[in-house]
């Protein structure tokens, strides 16, 4: 709605991407979604630069990274996680720490234009990567979502561990085909450690635990994404970084997150302009388009692209530790 002027339609209602896909393809969620945040979504890679003229203006709106900028090198964060001990050792705001990112398997454009053979190639590949790690934390088992039952499935969504079904951003954005086939979810024994296939991403390669300790949250992360990327090439470009379906979640692709509880603070009105103010997101208990429940916020840094893995987590632990301090100031 905002970006999508009769001079950008002009530019790009007659072209079609590498693999067929229209601008219409790239904008049927927010068609169908009035009340989407971003509502564009890119079918394949080559999406983001046959549109550009939409999706370089969307992009520069969500994480102020304009046409000429580049997203930095990798620097997930190894040899740094010292920086950042508990946010908050006594454990009397922070309940637990999540973080995330995303990838994408090299040769494989996103969820639309894939195919049921695809899902279960590319199952198939990232299942063999799992049972490849060697380090005994990060050990575990792939369950696949075809055949799960609905119990254990609704439970793990429950848990804030695998991702819910039907969201109608991506059964809009025609991500769903297919569903289950070709779906699942890896985690170890602790479930500190999970790995969700072919749901938005290709991957989303998770960290998670109780407590605030973000330092030991991100070096099991670095760890997982070392021991995968070893046995699967992810597709990168140039400019943008780590590739996703979504552009929300390009360049690092790195949402750090703590499910947190600030009395005195949310009950202020300018609570989010707060979070905005230091570049933070406020998502509900349930993940994104949820609400608080029982005061609990999740909180995250809210750039991905033009920062690299570390500055993204940086910017949720600077964030945070400075929310943490104006609820102690608060009377
Ligand atoms: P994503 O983080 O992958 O963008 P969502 O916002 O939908 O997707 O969150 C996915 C799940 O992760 C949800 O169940 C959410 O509650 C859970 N989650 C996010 N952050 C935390 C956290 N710090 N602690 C526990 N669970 C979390
Ligand atoms: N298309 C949805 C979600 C945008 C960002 N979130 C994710 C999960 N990619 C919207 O525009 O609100």
Sequence with gaps: KKHLTKDVVDKCKNKKSKLGA?????????????????????????????????????????????????????????????????LDPEGKYIKSTRIRCGRSLKGYPFNPLLKQDDYLAMEGKVRDAFTGFTDKELKGTYYPLDGMTKDTQKKLI???????????????????????????????????????????????IISMQEGSDVGAVLDR????????????????????????????????????????????????????????????????????????EGGVYDISNTARLGLSEYQAVKQMYDGVKKLIELEKEEK
Excluded at 33 to 54: H, I, Q, W
Excluded at 249 to 254: A, I, W
Excluded at 256 to 280: G, Q, T, Y
């Design 22 to 86: 229209t601008l219409y393809d790239c904008i049927s969620s927010g068609v169908e979604n009035l009340d989407a945040g971003v509502g564009v979504y890119a079918p394949d890679a080559d999406s983001y630069r046959t549109f550009a003229p939409l999706f370089d203006k969307i992009i520069e709106d969500y994480h102020g990274f304009k046409p000429t900028d580049k997203q930095p090198a990798v620097d997930l964060g190894e040899g740094k996680t010292k920086e950042f001990p508990p």
């Design 158 to 204: 429950a848990d804030h561990f695998l991702f819910k079904e039907g969201d109608r951003h991506l059964q809009a954005a025609n991500a769903c085909n297919f569903w289950p086939k070709g779906r699942g979810i890896f985690h170890n024994n602790d479930k500190t450690f999970l790995i969700w296939v072919n749901e938005e991403d290709h991957m989303r």
């Design 221 to 292: 992360l670095i760890r997982g994404v070392k021991g995968i990327e070893n046995r699967v090439p992810f597709s990168r470009d140039e400019r943008l970084g780590w590739l996703t379906f979504c552009p929300t979640n390009l360049g690092s692709t790195v949402r750090a997150s703590v499910h947190i509880k600030l009395p005195k603070l949310s009950a202020r009105k300018d609570f989010k302009s707060i979070c905005e103010k230091l570049h933070l997101q406020v998502r509900g208990i349930h993940g994104e388009h949820s609400e608080s």
